[in-house]
Protein backbone atom coordinates (compact mmCIF):
# COMPACT_ATOMS: atom_id res chain seq x y z
CA UNK A 1 0.00 0.00 0.00
CA UNK A 2 1.44 3.43 -0.80
CA UNK A 3 1.36 5.76 1.90
CA UNK A 4 1.01 8.93 -0.04
CA UNK A 5 -1.71 8.09 -2.59
CA UNK A 6 -3.50 5.05 -0.42
CA UNK A 7 -3.80 2.79 -3.65
CA UNK A 8 -2.58 -0.70 -3.15
CA UNK A 9 0.28 -0.85 -6.34
CA UNK A 10 1.63 -4.21 -7.37
CA UNK A 11 3.66 -4.86 -10.22
CA UNK A 12 1.77 -6.50 -12.97
CA UNK A 13 2.96 -8.17 -16.41
CA UNK A 14 4.05 -5.59 -18.83
CA UNK A 15 1.87 -4.62 -21.29
CA UNK A 16 3.39 -5.81 -24.41
CA UNK A 17 4.14 -9.33 -22.98
CA UNK A 18 0.19 -9.36 -22.21
CA UNK A 19 -1.34 -8.37 -25.86
CA UNK A 20 2.11 -10.01 -27.55
CA UNK A 21 2.20 -9.05 -31.45
CA UNK A 22 -1.78 -8.16 -31.16
CA UNK A 23 -2.51 -4.08 -31.80
CA UNK A 24 -4.47 -2.46 -28.87
CA UNK A 25 -7.46 -1.56 -30.84
CA UNK A 26 -9.52 -3.97 -32.82
CA UNK A 27 -11.86 -2.69 -35.39
CA UNK A 28 -13.95 -5.36 -37.53
CA UNK A 29 -14.44 -4.89 -41.10
CA UNK A 30 -17.75 -3.42 -42.28
CA UNK A 31 -20.14 -4.45 -45.00
CA UNK A 32 -18.70 -4.33 -48.55
CA UNK A 33 -15.90 -2.48 -47.02
CA UNK A 34 -12.60 -1.89 -49.25
CA UNK A 35 -8.80 -3.08 -47.74
CA UNK A 36 -7.68 0.30 -47.75
CA UNK A 37 -10.44 1.74 -45.78
CA UNK A 38 -10.10 -0.75 -42.85
CA UNK A 39 -6.24 -0.49 -43.02
CA UNK A 40 -6.98 3.31 -42.86
CA UNK A 41 -9.49 2.69 -39.80
CA UNK A 42 -7.46 0.39 -38.25
CA UNK A 43 -3.99 2.80 -38.20
CA UNK A 44 -5.90 5.98 -36.93
CA UNK A 45 -7.87 3.19 -34.18
CA UNK A 46 -4.12 2.39 -33.01
CA UNK A 47 -2.93 5.79 -32.65
CA UNK A 48 -0.77 5.99 -35.87
CA UNK A 49 -1.07 7.91 -39.11
CA UNK A 50 -2.26 6.15 -42.41
CA UNK A 51 0.84 7.53 -44.27
CA UNK A 52 3.04 6.16 -41.19
CA UNK A 53 1.25 3.05 -40.90
CA UNK A 54 2.53 2.28 -44.47
CA UNK A 55 6.01 2.18 -43.07
CA UNK A 56 4.86 -0.49 -39.93
CA UNK A 57 3.65 -2.62 -43.08
CA UNK A 58 7.01 -2.37 -44.46
CA UNK A 59 5.87 -0.76 -47.87
CA UNK A 60 7.04 2.69 -49.68
CA UNK A 61 4.75 6.09 -49.32
CA UNK A 62 2.56 6.93 -52.31
CA UNK A 63 -0.98 5.16 -53.03
CA UNK A 64 0.18 2.34 -50.67
CA UNK A 65 -3.02 1.07 -49.45
CA UNK A 66 -4.80 1.36 -52.59
CA UNK A 67 -2.54 -0.62 -54.25
CA UNK A 68 -3.05 -3.35 -51.55
CA UNK A 69 -6.65 -2.95 -52.72
CA UNK A 70 -5.45 -4.90 -55.87
CA UNK A 71 -2.94 -6.70 -54.65
CA UNK A 72 -2.68 -8.61 -51.03
CA UNK A 73 -0.21 -11.16 -50.78
CA UNK A 74 -1.38 -14.34 -48.51
CA UNK A 75 1.35 -13.62 -46.06
CA UNK A 76 0.75 -9.75 -45.23
CA UNK A 77 -3.03 -11.25 -44.87
CA UNK A 78 -1.76 -13.51 -42.31
CA UNK A 79 0.93 -10.72 -40.72
CA UNK A 80 -2.19 -8.76 -40.24
CA UNK A 81 -4.78 -11.41 -39.20
CA UNK A 82 -2.37 -12.25 -36.31
CA UNK A 83 -2.44 -8.33 -34.72
CA UNK A 84 -5.73 -7.88 -35.44
CA UNK A 85 -7.83 -11.11 -34.93
CA UNK A 86 -9.68 -10.62 -38.08
CA UNK A 87 -8.93 -13.72 -40.25
CA UNK A 88 -6.77 -13.52 -43.06
CA UNK A 89 -9.25 -14.81 -45.21
CA UNK A 90 -11.30 -11.96 -44.14
CA UNK A 91 -8.76 -9.26 -44.90
CA UNK A 92 -8.11 -11.16 -48.30
CA UNK A 93 -11.94 -10.47 -48.70
CA UNK A 94 -11.87 -7.11 -48.94
CA UNK A 95 -9.29 -6.95 -51.35
CA UNK A 96 -10.58 -6.43 -55.06
CA UNK A 97 -10.05 -9.97 -55.67
CA UNK A 98 -12.25 -10.77 -58.34
CA UNK A 99 -10.34 -11.15 -61.90
CA UNK A 100 -13.53 -10.87 -64.02
CA UNK A 101 -13.84 -7.25 -62.54
CA UNK A 102 -10.94 -6.45 -63.37
CA UNK A 103 -12.06 -4.35 -67.01
CA UNK A 104 -14.74 -2.17 -64.39
CA UNK A 105 -11.67 -0.92 -61.70
CA UNK A 106 -11.05 2.63 -61.47
CA UNK A 107 -7.52 3.18 -62.59
CA UNK A 108 -5.09 3.61 -59.57
CA UNK A 109 -4.87 7.88 -60.39
CA UNK A 110 -4.71 10.03 -57.13
CA UNK A 111 -4.61 12.98 -59.70
CA UNK A 112 -7.85 14.92 -60.14
CA UNK A 113 -8.05 16.42 -63.48
CA UNK A 114 -11.31 17.58 -64.34
CA UNK A 115 -11.88 15.28 -67.20
CA UNK A 116 -10.15 12.12 -65.90
CA UNK A 117 -11.83 9.90 -63.26
CA UNK A 118 -9.51 9.76 -59.77
CA UNK A 119 -9.13 6.06 -57.91
CA UNK A 120 -12.32 6.33 -56.15
CA UNK A 121 -15.57 7.75 -55.33
CA UNK A 122 -17.89 7.84 -52.41
CA UNK A 123 -20.95 8.58 -51.40
CA UNK A 124 -21.63 11.68 -49.02
CA UNK A 125 -24.63 10.08 -47.47
CA UNK A 126 -23.65 6.66 -46.68
CA UNK A 127 -20.53 8.22 -44.82
CA UNK A 128 -23.10 10.34 -43.02
CA UNK A 129 -25.16 7.38 -42.09
CA UNK A 130 -22.28 5.05 -41.28
CA UNK A 131 -21.48 4.64 -37.40
CA UNK A 132 -17.81 4.11 -38.52
CA UNK A 133 -17.53 5.78 -42.05
CA UNK A 134 -15.67 3.32 -44.63
CA UNK A 135 -15.48 3.26 -48.49
CA UNK A 136 -17.17 0.78 -50.37
CA UNK A 137 -15.60 -1.58 -52.55
CA UNK A 138 -18.34 -0.85 -55.16
CA UNK A 139 -17.18 2.61 -55.26
CA UNK A 140 -13.68 1.44 -57.11
CA UNK A 141 -15.75 0.46 -60.28
CA UNK A 142 -16.33 2.49 -63.32
CA UNK A 143 -19.45 1.09 -63.69
CA UNK A 144 -20.85 2.56 -59.90
CA UNK A 145 -22.14 5.90 -60.97
CA UNK A 146 -24.76 6.32 -58.04
CA UNK A 147 -25.81 5.03 -54.68
CA UNK A 148 -28.69 2.57 -54.82
CA UNK A 149 -29.95 3.50 -51.49
CA UNK A 150 -29.77 6.69 -51.47
CA UNK A 151 -30.16 7.72 -55.44
CA UNK A 152 -27.78 10.19 -55.55
CA UNK A 153 -24.65 10.45 -57.65
CA UNK A 154 -21.14 9.39 -56.35
CA UNK A 155 -18.57 11.84 -56.04
CA UNK A 156 -15.18 10.93 -56.70
CA UNK A 157 -13.48 14.59 -55.41
CA UNK A 158 -13.55 16.82 -52.65
CA UNK A 159 -16.16 19.33 -53.36
CA UNK A 160 -14.18 21.96 -51.61
CA UNK A 161 -10.41 22.04 -53.10
CA UNK A 162 -11.50 19.81 -56.02
CA UNK A 163 -8.84 16.93 -55.35
CA UNK A 164 -8.58 13.58 -55.20
CA UNK A 165 -9.37 11.45 -51.87
CA UNK A 166 -6.12 10.55 -50.93
CA UNK A 167 -6.57 9.44 -47.15
CA UNK A 168 -3.16 7.13 -47.40
CA UNK A 169 -1.52 10.25 -47.53
CA UNK A 170 -3.13 11.48 -44.27
CA UNK A 171 -0.12 12.58 -41.66
CA UNK A 172 -2.33 13.43 -38.62
CA UNK A 173 -4.78 11.36 -36.59
CA UNK A 174 -8.01 12.66 -38.56
CA UNK A 175 -10.78 10.71 -39.76
CA UNK A 176 -10.72 9.49 -43.63
CA UNK A 177 -14.04 10.93 -44.74
CA UNK A 178 -11.76 14.32 -44.37
CA UNK A 179 -10.43 15.72 -47.35
CA UNK A 180 -6.50 15.25 -46.80
CA UNK A 181 -5.61 18.26 -48.77
CA UNK A 182 -8.07 21.08 -47.34
CA UNK A 183 -9.91 19.39 -44.67
CA UNK A 184 -13.37 19.30 -45.69
CA UNK A 185 -15.48 16.80 -44.04
CA UNK A 186 -16.55 14.90 -47.13
CA UNK A 187 -19.97 13.83 -45.70
CA UNK A 188 -21.21 17.52 -45.82
CA UNK A 189 -20.98 17.25 -49.67
CA UNK A 190 -24.09 18.10 -51.45
CA UNK A 191 -26.00 15.53 -52.76
CA UNK A 192 -25.85 15.47 -56.66
CA UNK A 193 -28.86 14.26 -59.12
CA UNK A 194 -28.24 11.55 -61.53
CA UNK A 195 -30.40 10.76 -64.44
CA UNK A 196 -33.00 8.31 -64.97
CA UNK A 197 -31.28 6.67 -67.46
CA UNK A 198 -27.40 6.35 -65.69
CA UNK A 199 -29.90 4.60 -63.06
CA UNK A 200 -31.14 2.18 -66.28
CA UNK A 201 -27.67 1.38 -66.90
CA UNK A 202 -26.06 0.65 -63.28
CA UNK A 203 -29.56 -2.03 -62.98
CA UNK A 204 -28.14 -3.65 -66.11
CA UNK A 205 -24.46 -3.36 -64.75
CA UNK A 206 -25.99 -4.84 -60.90
CA UNK A 207 -27.31 -7.82 -62.91
CA UNK A 208 -24.14 -8.27 -64.48
CA UNK A 209 -22.45 -8.32 -61.25
CA UNK A 210 -24.50 -10.76 -59.54
CA UNK A 211 -23.78 -13.19 -61.85
CA UNK A 212 -25.73 -12.82 -65.38
CA UNK A 213 -23.91 -13.50 -68.20
CA UNK A 214 -22.18 -11.25 -70.55
CA UNK A 215 -23.70 -11.90 -73.76
CA UNK A 216 -26.84 -11.31 -72.25
CA UNK A 217 -26.22 -7.78 -72.18
CA UNK A 218 -23.54 -7.03 -74.42
CA UNK A 219 -25.18 -9.61 -76.97
CA UNK A 220 -28.47 -8.28 -77.11
CA UNK A 221 -28.81 -6.29 -79.92
CA UNK A 222 -31.32 -4.17 -78.35
CA UNK A 223 -29.52 -3.58 -74.91
CA UNK A 224 -26.24 -2.89 -77.16
CA UNK A 225 -28.29 -0.38 -79.23
CA UNK A 226 -30.21 1.84 -76.45
CA UNK A 227 -26.80 2.10 -74.40
CA UNK A 228 -24.49 2.80 -77.59
CA UNK A 229 -27.24 5.69 -78.41
CA UNK A 230 -27.72 6.84 -75.22
CA UNK A 231 -24.16 6.88 -75.01
CA UNK A 232 -23.85 9.06 -78.10
CA UNK A 233 -26.39 11.50 -76.74
CA UNK A 234 -24.07 11.56 -73.82
CA UNK A 235 -27.00 11.49 -71.68
CA UNK A 236 -25.74 9.03 -68.92
CA UNK A 237 -24.02 11.82 -67.63
CA UNK A 238 -24.67 12.93 -64.05
CA UNK A 239 -24.97 16.11 -63.19
CA UNK A 240 -23.27 18.48 -62.90
CA UNK A 241 -20.57 17.32 -65.20
CA UNK A 242 -18.09 18.93 -62.84
CA UNK A 243 -18.61 16.63 -60.27
CA UNK A 244 -19.21 13.58 -62.24
CA UNK A 245 -16.88 9.97 -62.13
CA UNK A 246 -15.17 10.37 -65.56
CA UNK A 247 -14.74 6.63 -65.33
CA UNK A 248 -18.47 6.65 -66.55
CA UNK A 249 -17.21 7.18 -70.15
CA UNK A 250 -15.15 3.93 -69.84
CA UNK A 251 -17.62 1.49 -69.00
CA UNK A 252 -17.04 -1.63 -70.81
CA UNK A 253 -20.48 -2.42 -71.38
CA UNK A 254 -20.44 0.56 -73.75
CA UNK A 255 -17.45 0.60 -75.44
CA UNK A 256 -18.90 -3.07 -76.73
CA UNK A 257 -22.04 -1.73 -77.57
CA UNK A 258 -20.20 0.85 -79.61
CA UNK A 259 -17.65 -1.56 -81.17
CA UNK A 260 -20.92 -4.05 -81.94
CA UNK A 261 -22.24 -0.95 -83.54
CA UNK A 262 -19.35 -0.20 -85.82
CA UNK A 263 -19.11 -3.79 -87.31
ZN1 LIG B 1 -25.37 6.43 -50.22
ZN1 LIG C 1 -10.50 19.28 -50.07
Redesign the pocket.
Known amino acids: MSCETGFAIEIRERYQDVVADRWPAAVDPQPDELLSSWLHRLAIANGVAPQAFAGVLGLCGGMWSARLDLRLLQDLAAWLGARTDVAPEAISAMAMSDGALVPLWLPLRETARRSRSTWIQY ?5 A ?1 DRAPYFRRSWRLASRIS ?6 G ?1 RDRCPACRAGIAPFAQTELVPQYVCVRCGFDLRGAAKISVEAVARRLETVDRRYLQGGNRQEFVGDPRMGGALAARSRRRRHRVRPAAHQPAGVGAHPLLRAARAKGRR
Open positions: CPLCLDCFTHSCL
